[in-house]
């Protein structure tokens, strides 16, 4: 009995390594591969800005608070921010794990049963938005020129991501600052759709270059060098 158990566990460790270094190395190739390369060379009128912006782990998507396409503030409310300041020009979304967004403000209050939960794909997730005034470009920060349709269609991807499009479900009593909320979301959270997958998602239903697929940020960025 015991050399099956032997057995068994070093067959069990041999399979988790195996997975963990085929899903590394997957990560790292794919995220390379570029999809709408020729983005920049398409000859079309790009007028309006966006941002992907990173906190060197978690990527959001960065647009305008309003322009003749959409007013964001119809559906995220200054009033539902501690600070209220209407004066914003910006506004990023950012979709995630709602175990890791609302239970873990720091790293070190991660839960293995919040870590399990969002690795595997068995919980909710949410929405995360913040307001900005002004944003400073950077290796965390990249500005893109987009043009209206393409907007249009970032706009219908954003928004469908809520748990309800039309009237996005605030998360009352949450934030980590003075200028963000929480909004209720679809999707679940997994090791093969992070948050960056997301934002990288994002970027190309808005026919701008992205990965082929990526779970983490520089996945992302790598293709705004």
């Known amino acids: ?7 068994f566990l070093g067959w ?23 999809v709408n390369s020729n983005a920049d060379f398409i000859k079309e009128q790009k007028t309006v800005p966006i941002y992907i912006l990173t906190n060197g782990v978690h990527t959001d998507i960065v647009v305008p608070v309003k322009n003749e396409i959409k007013d964001w503030r119809n559906e995220i409310q200054f009033s539902q921010t501690q600070s209220k300041d209407s004066l914003m020009n910006y506004i990023a979304f950012g979709w995630g794990d709602k175990g890791f967004y609302l239970d873990t403000p720091e790293w070190s209050d991660l839960k293995v049963s919040t870590a399990c939960r969002a690795a595997f794909g068995i919980s909710t997730s949410a929405m995360h938005t913040t307001f900005f005034k002004h944003l400073k470009e950077g290796e965390d920060c990249k500005r893109i020129l987009i043009s209206k349709e393409n907007y249009q269609k970032l706009v219908t991807y954003i928004s469908n991501s809520f748990s309800d499009p039309v009237h996005p479900q605030w998360i009352e009593g949450h934030s980590y600052g003075k200028k963000d909320a929480f909004y209720e979301a679809v999707g679940s959270y997994s090791l093969f759709y992070t948050c960056n997958t997301w934002a990288n998602n994002a970027l190309k239903a808005a026919n701008q ?7 983490y940020d520089k996945g992302i960025f790598c293709h705004y060098q």
């Open 12 to 34: 069990t460790l041999f399979g988790i390594v195996t997975f963990l270094v085929l899903y590394v190395l997957s990560v790292y190739l794919i995220s390379k591969v570029t």
């Open 1 to 7: 009995m015991l050399k099956k158990s032997l057995k």
């Open 209 to 215: 270059k992205a990965s082929l697929w990526t779970v």
